[in-house]
């Protein structure tokens, strides 16, 4: 009996350990779509909109991620990834904050050809993308 108690907790105190752990990803037309709530953690993915990256004296970096349906407008005070680049795919970690996406981390392609396989998704049923099958 001791030893069933023992697991439950165990198991309870992993659960509730982990859910810091787990970032659900959204696209930019859902995230539009179905705001998440303002205290949530996600990843939101897409492409980086071509002259939309401004930066200022303050280290902010501003940009949009669009899936080709919706735009998001994205905040991020840090370094940047080396292959972070306009009209390229990213992802970010963070939360929506009155309409706009506060990231704490931001990930870039790491190559020419590949991208992430939830932007990817969130391009091809917008309708957009158009790389080569990953």
Known sequence: MLSVFALAVSTALIGYA???GINYFRSPSQ???TP???DEVF???GLVEGGS???SQTGLIQFRVSDGGAVVEV????VLPDLF???QGMIGTGQLIDGVFVASEILA???ETYMPKEVIDALKEQGVYQGSSN
């Open 75 to 78: 905040q991020f005070k840090g």
């Open 53 to 55: 990256i401004r930066r």
């Open 109 to 111: 392609k790491h190559d």
């Open 43 to 45: 990843r939101i993915g």
């Open 18 to 20: 982990m859910r810091d």
């Open 36 to 38: 998440p709530s303002k």
């Open 85 to 87: 680049a306009e009209n």
């Open 31 to 33: 995230v539009v779509e």
